[in-house]
């Protein structure tokens, strides 16, 4: 093999790396065989795909020519490492696994549990298995670039899952490892505002919740549901169909409660569980300030509804979990949503614009979100806030009716 050939020599030009793979001994026909080679192409090998089943140091010596054994072991190791470190998978070396090529005239790409590659003319770009996905684009196609670009890789992951610069050793990677993908989140998302509960903690609550309504009938508009089962409130009295509800709940990945804005203070019993109750205090006044709004304009009616979305943590893999969405609170157009932070999100009236407030706490979001609907209310009136009375919201709100 050509010793001046590099994996950029296989760009546009993907019937010499079929032939080299060919000339390794992988075969087409046989679905036994330990080297495996299956091409959806067109005969001129200008457009389509080849599917390669082998070890991972099999396929990296034909796709990096210009390393030598060594260096691809070396490769190979360090490829497995990362993945054995971010994937829930375990992964081997001595283990076949499928890699697919990719390619057209102008392009090439690699995908596989361990390494991803994208490749076009000027633009070569790499990457192990990771956090968050993201490539990293070497100074050239030698093996020193590769890995010092790979290992950068890595050394910035690790900083991103632990939020701060680490000395990488044993202890380091041994928790990355065996930390739990509820025991992450928690500690990634560590709120002042929220309750530390688990999935199925919450979904009990919420049966619970729900028996209890049967009997006080609060809540005449509740509705809990998942992606596939809705719950049927009155049925709740048959301890048998409570468990069966519970368990499919458990079973799905969120959590859906749907209600009339008239009862949300009767949500509280349920929403403790998750967010604390000082905060909660908050909350709520941010969705009466809203719901005051839309009445002034006419908005709203008592069959409106909220929306809570509560996503389940422990279907979910750590790299989703970077910003991701943990509990949602929705009425029209004013979206709660608890992740890292807590974003009030709501269109601005009379216009197409999105307002976004963000903060780590209720209070402060409860105050500017009131100085913000006092302008909104201005613009509906057509007065300055300084002048607006309540006799002009009363007069304002029947002339709307």
């Not at 049925?235 to 799905?252: F, T």
Request: charged letters at 25%; one cysteine or more; a negative charge.
């Amino acid at each position: 093999m050509n010793s001046q050939k590099t994996i950029k020599s296989f760009l546009g030009n993907t019937a010499v790396l079929i032939d080299d793979f060919t000339a390794a001994g992988f075969e087409t026909s046989n679905e036994s065989a330990q080297k495996q080679m299956m091409k959806f192409t067109d005969d001129q090998f200008t457009d389509g795909f080849v599917n390669v089943t082998c070890k991972p140091n099999e396929f990296l010596e034909i796709i990096f020519p210009n390393f030598n054994s060594t260096e691809v072991n070396e490769l190979t190791s360090f490829l497995v490492f990362m993945a054995n470190i971010f994937d829930c998978e375990t992964y081997s070396v001595k283990d076949s696994m499928q890699f697919s090529i990719s390619f057209s005239s102008n392009d090439f790409s690699i995908n596989s549990k361990i390494l991803h590659l994208d490749m076009k003319v000027g633009s070569f770009a790499i990457r192990g298995c990771n956090l968050t996905h993201v490539f990293v684009r070497p100074l050239d196609s030698d093996f020193h670039d590769i890995m010092y670009s790979l290992k950068k890789s890595f050394k910035r992951n690790v900083n991103m899952y632990f939020e701060d610069v680490v000395v990488i050793d044993n202890s380091v990677i041994k928790t990355i490892v065996t930390e739990g993908v509820d025991d992450y989140f928690w500690r990634k998302h560590d709120s002042p505002v929220l309750n530390r509960i688990t999935d199925s903690g919450f979904v009990k609550a919420a049966v619970e919740f729900g028996k209890n309504n049967v009997v006080r009938s609060k809540m005449p508009s509740l509705d809990i549901y998942s992606q596939t089962n809705k719950m049927n409130i009155k049925k709740l009295y048959n301890n048998e169909y409570a468990k069966e509800i519970e368990q499919s709940l458990n079973d799905d990945n969120v959590v859906g409660i749907k209600f009339s804005h008239t009862e949300l203070r009767h949500i509280k019993p349920l929403l403790k569980s998750i967010i604390k109750e000082k905060d909660l205090e908050w909350m709520f006044q941010i969705i009466e300030l809203y719901v005051f709004k839309m009445k002034i304009a006419n908005k709203i009616s008592d069959n409106d509804v909220i929306t809570i979305i509560r996503n389940h943590i422990t279907t979910l893999r750590k790299e989703s979990l970077l910003n991701h969405c943990y509990l949602k609170i929705s009425i029209f157009d004013l979206h709660i949503s608890f992740s890292d932070i807590i974003e009030v999100e709501e269109r601005v009236f009379l216009n197409h614009k999105t307002a976004k407030l963000r903060s780590d706490g209720f209070e402060n979001l409860c105050e500017t979100y009131k100085h913000h609907v006092i302008s909104s209310i201005a613009a509906i009136i057509g007065l300055p806030k300084n002048e607006i009375t309540n006799a002009h919201l009363i007069v304002h709100q029947m002339a709307t009716i």
